[in-house]
């Protein structure tokens, strides 16, 4: 079955920039989502198909995707990103969540 | 503004089957389609199953296939999800989230989970 890999740890000085990767056998030819989950909360919407961000979210948060890696940047990280981050795609009719990544803001 | 408000926590006896509801509100249910999803600390989201409120399709991932049921109530704008035969593993946050009317087939660019509920959590223990 299709996974998704993401790093479990990342960390980033305040104010600095930070990347959270995932890969997947050919993920740049499907669409990808990433969602912030804080602790107690349900998961938030960052980043959809790849690039798009839903209303309400902020344009430091943007994401690429190609090859065998999606990308999800935050610029300017403040205290309040420190979260866990998933990403998320679908093959054929299967849904795929990566098992996150914790982002800790110095 | 888009609201799904699931019930309360629930603690159920292995073999026992537990029934999630997720009240809709803000948006057209009816034009939509709910998935469910389940979490256990430490770990990422499992997708479950999808249900389409305007057609009546659903999907489901292979492993709960026979075992989870989803219906729809779009007079009261509730959604259902039943899951049988529990077990430990079973044991989660269960959550409901706002998903595409379409099959995934026909939705290139889905599914796109723009509102969660706040999760149910259920436990499974003897």
Redesign the interface.
Known sequence: SYALTQPPSASVSRGQTATIACSGENLGEKYVCWYQQKLGQSPLLVIYQDNRRPSGISDRFSGSNSGDTATLTISETQAMDEADYYCQARDSNDVVFGGGTKLTVL | QVHLVQSEAEVKKPGASVKVSCKASGFSFASHGI?WLRQVPG?????MAWISVYKGDT?F??KFRGRVTLTTDTSADTAYMELRGLTSDDTAVY?CARDTPLK??DS????????????TQVTVSS
């Open positions: 998935s770990r990422g989201p499992e997708w999907n991932a292979a959550f995934y087939s290139r660019g889905y599914p796109i989970f723009d509102d969660w509920g706040q999760g």
